[in-house]
């Protein structure tokens, strides 16, 4: 470790020296300081002609970056994807996940236990790959990172696909031919070189990182071949190379090459409102726009993504051109979804431009057949071969407002991979084909990548989004009624296949999908009024529950909302619990909310006229805030009439708000309190609440709360004077004691109630078989009672088994498991069973897991003339 220590020390100060340059490294790095240090955006439109150009010192917003070895499955898109792992990094990039800086690519690395020789930056389209990589090598120039390095060659796929066989020394020579004298004396020294190749997932050429076939810097190759042969460090051993890539292309290499790998997050919250300010040369204007896009929970969303976050600031700027740059901007003016984003977008670029129809009308369609030949064949780039077997010649200037060209200009790509599926999406409302649209939708829902192109073919469904580009021509209506028709019959096939999760997850790509449509009657009657939603064990979003409540606020009343380990927390219950009041019964279990939720919880309840059965349990609700909760239950508005609040970290300060809360509640029939740490339960409050005559609580389930013998005086109490009670689960505890006795008299008195009694797994003995006999001889309303998990088997256990089969036991289900059963007790069994007795009440014995022998069980079945004997 002091090695590595002294090691690391040194590479650092050699980073961060300055060192003496030879000429022609002077040469180099000023040449790449031209390339770099200016970064050019895509003008907007309405603007000069000319692209802008910003120094990249000045624009560029810091991006997140974090250490990961992990990658998505191909089931999921992969812009929505990284949406959903954008905000779970914020609360897991301090402990799972090592975010890293560019002066620390090529450190030590201790997934790998060694300094990385090949590092892969992954993110998905337009996250920043690029900008990074350029803002890398200018740091690089002005000697701000990775000095170590004499020389940093930077490439882009995209260019280098226009080169067939060359060898490896050509190829830097193609592009920096001022090292032609010099590049074998520079290639000699390897360790001092960093090579960049930007784009993997652009490469027309195979990388297969698996082979190294190039051994020789003057034999030629394919550019896949050389790329994964100085990888696999067989071209020239010793030197850095840095690769990126979409996470969709790192699923079909072998990514165990790289000795780090690390992911680009985009923007979170800061940087996203810092780019707004970059944009804005006006700060209050600035402010007003990210606080009017904060507000949309989809367009938010997407602003980790620089190249969104500029079509959106483009959008913004067209929305109140004519408005002062201070003014306050208009939320109901701006788009609500993505598709009236993009729509807007496209209008008006087309509008400022005001060429002819037919004109527009000819780019649309070009770019429209482009999109879909991209997202059928997986491209992104398109050469001129593409472009030919197209027949599309981009030499309208309306193409440049859509298109970046390479810096050869033999090459294209849309603005971002957002704007190919809006116009794969467009086309078939521009140029309708029943049969080409059916396919379309159905390969992008099976495909799994297309969520968004099927937002955008939902939302043009709508014909006020439509209405933005009426100017350009007419678009479809029967395009219109297949999408809305498709969608209502997928909606209705997930909604029937309820238990499977890939269902689940179809279903809310659905919900988005709706939610383009801005159509609340197309909801209600694609779900119904009256519908079951169970999206459980599917992770939620806090924007998966956003749209979730638009989907609840358009239907009249939902019976179910299953969310149960949807790992909802507070963030996403804020959105969702505004459209609550729509559901009769929710189910919140085995999510991570926390005591700070009850706040959000307690607005549901209050606001809910409907709701009847509320499951909370397995959450984390116990705490400082949980009153809040409690006193929502004592509101007249509240209609609850099961609460579930099991394994929530309760203790019985809880109960004290809680009992106080119910003590005039006169809907709530049901508690379940269980696994929740209840000892010195404060019973004495609970007895005078449930006394109250107001309260009608018939079920309370106290199992695993840790209560002892102690409380058997106030559970004795509390059993005499509820006289709704029906159902008192005490299982799991640890009654068995002095006081146990107090608690079985009270079962005796004629103003108990109870029809259910379980006491299973207390420590309770033999002794304890007096007691409950009694209990079981005065008592005419108890029908079930379970005592299994307990010692019973002994002396006094005859005396159970003879109250049971008496004539005055009013009991029909006797539960026995596992209660240490011999030999001799199975013969008084089947004594009593034989004897002149009268034929008691029970009709179902359970005595499994007491190792009864195969003579006893038969002898059993043969005496006992009970409907459901259970050995």
């Known amino acids: 470790m002091y090695y590595l220590g002294e090691a690391l020390l040194q590479q650092i100060l050699q980073d961060e020296g300055e060192h003496e340059l030879t000429e022609l490294e002077e040469t180099h790095r000023e040449h790449l300081r031209e390339t770099t240090q200016n970064l050019v955006e895509h003008r907007p439109p309405a603007s000069p002609q000319e692209k802008q150009s910003f120094r990249i010192s ?5 991006l997140t970056v974090v250490s990961t070895n992990q990658f998505r499955l191909p089931s999921e898109d992969e812009l929505i994807e990284t949406g959903v792992k954008h905000e779970d990094c914020l609360q897991e990039k301090q402990r799972n996940l090592e975010q890293i800086t560019l002066n620390k690519l090529f450190r030590f690395s201790r997934f ?10 992954t993110g998905v389209p337009g996250v920043g790959k690029t900008t990074l990589m350029q803002k890398f090598v200018y740091d690089w120039v002005i000697r701000k990172i990775y000095q170590r390095f004499s020389y940093v060659f930077f490439f882009k796929f995209r260019d280098l696909n226009q080169l067939e066989e060359v060898t490896f020394e050509k190829m830097i020579l193609q592009k ?25 997932d652009e490469s027309k050429h195979k990388v297969d990182f698996k082979l190294s076939h190039v051994r020789n810097t003057k034999q030629p190759s394919n550019i896949g071949e050389i790329v994964a042969s100085l990888v696999k460090q ?56 990210f606080n009017a896009v904060k507000k949309n929970d989809i367009l938010y969303t997407f602003c980790y993504i620089p190249s969104f976050c500029w079509i959106l600031c483009t959008v913004l700027s067209l929305c109140t051109k004519d408005q002062p740059s201070s003014s306050k901007l208009c939320g109901e003016s701006l788009p609500k979804t993505l598709t009236q984003l993009f729509v807007t977008f496209v209008a008006n670029i087309l509008s400022n431009h005001s060429p002819n129809q037919e004109s527009v009308m000819a780019v649309l369609k070009c770019l429209g057949r482009m999109a879909t030949y991209g997202m059928e064949n997986q491209i992104l780039v398109f050469d001129q071969l593409n472009l ?14 859509f298109l970046i060209e390479s810096h050869e200009p033999s ?10 599926e809006f116009f794969a999406a467009l086309i078939h409302y521009i140029s309708f084909d029943l049969k080409k649209l059916k396919q379309s939708l159905e390969e992008a829902l099976l495909g799994g990548r297309c969520e968004i192109f099927l937002r955008f073919l939902s939302g043009l469904s709508d014909s006020n989004t439509r209405s933005m580009l009426k100017s350009q021509g007419t678009l479809s209506t029967d395009a219109s009624k297949v999408v809305i028709s498709w969608l209502k019959q997928n909606i209705k096939d997930a909604l029937e296949n309820k238990k499977c999760i890939k269902s689940k997850k179809r279903l809310l790509n659905l919900f988005y999908c709706l939610h383009e449509t801005r159509n609340k009657l197309l909801v209600v009657e694609s779900i119904g009024s009256t519908q079951c939603l169970d999206l459980s064990k599917v992770r939620l979003s806090p924007l998966d529950l956003a749209i979730l409540a638009f989907i609840l606020e358009s239907c009249e009343e939902t019976d179910q909302l299953d969310l149960e380990s949807c790992n909802v927390q507070k963030e996403g219950l804020n959105k969702l619990v505004p459209a609550l009041h729509t559901v009769k019964n929710l189910s919140l279990r085995y999510n991570l909310l926390k005591d700070s939720s009850c706040e959000d919880l307690a607005s549901a309840i209050g606001t809910n006229k409907k709701l009847k059965k509320l499951d909370l349990s397995n959450n984390y609700l116990g705490g400082s805030q949980f009153f809040n909760l409690a006193e929502a239950l004592s509101s007249p508005q509240c209609l609850i009439e099961e609460l579930l609040l099991s394994k929530n970290d309760l203790t019985s300060d809880s109960c004290f708000h809680l009992v106080s809360a119910i003590k005039n509640n006169q809907h709530l029939r049901k508690i379940d309190l269980s696994t929740n740490k209840l000892e010195g339960l404060g019973l004495d409050d609970w007895k005078t609440a449930l006394s109250n005559q107001a309260c009608r609580l018939e079920e309370l389930l106290l199992n695993r709360c840790e209560l002892t013998s102690n ?20 299982g799991n505890n640890h009654l ?21 009694l379980i006491l299973r797994f207390n420590c309770l003995t033999h002794d304890s078989c007096i007691h409950l006999a009694s209990a079981i001889k005065h008592n005419k309303s108890l029908r079930r009672l379970d005592l299994s998990g307990n010692r019973l088997e002994g002396d006094h256990f005859v005396d159970l088994i003879t109250a049971v089969f008496g004539s005055e036991c009013s009991i029909e289900e006797l539960l026995l498991q596992n209660i240490g059963l011999t030999t001799s007790s199975c013969t008084k069994l089947t004594e009593l069973a034989s004897g002149e007795v009268i034929e008691p009440c029970l009709s179902k014995l359970d005595l499994s897991h007491n190792n009864l022998s195969n003579e006893d069980s038969n002898r059993l079945v043969k005496a006992l003339l009970i409907k459901e004997l259970i050995t």
Not at 176 to 197: A, G, R, T
Not at 251 to 270: A, L
């Open 234 to 289: 067989s071209l020239i051993k010793g030197c850095y190379i840095l690769l990126t890539s979409r996470p969709t292309k790192l699923e079909s290499v072998d990514i165990r090459v790289f000795q780090r790998i690390i992911e680009i997050m985009g923007f979170f919250s800061d940087e996203r409102q810092r780019y707004f300010k970059v944009f804005f040369d006006n700060e209050e204007f600035s402010e007003k726009a």
């Open 58 to 62: 000045e624009r560029f917003v810091e």
């Open 411 to 420: 090459v294209v790509a849309f603005l971002h991979l957002t704007v190919q």
């Open 388 to 401: 030919r077997s197209l027949e599309i010649i981009t030499d309208n200037y309306l193409f440049s407002s």
């Open 176 to 200: 920096y031919s001022y090292l032609e004298n010099d590049l074998d004396i520079i290639l000699k020294d390897p360790q001092k070189l960093l090579f960049i190749f930007d784009g993997l």
């Open 711 to 730: 409380c058997c005086i106030n559970l004795a109490v509390l059993i005499e004077k509820t006289p709704t009670l029906k159902k008192l689960d005490l």
């Open 736 to 756: 068995a004691g002095p006081h146990f006795p107090k608690m079985m008299a009270a079962l005796s008195n004629p103003e108990c109630w109870i029809e259910e």
């Open 112 to 121: 790998v236990g060694c300094e990385p020789h090949a590092v892969m930056v």
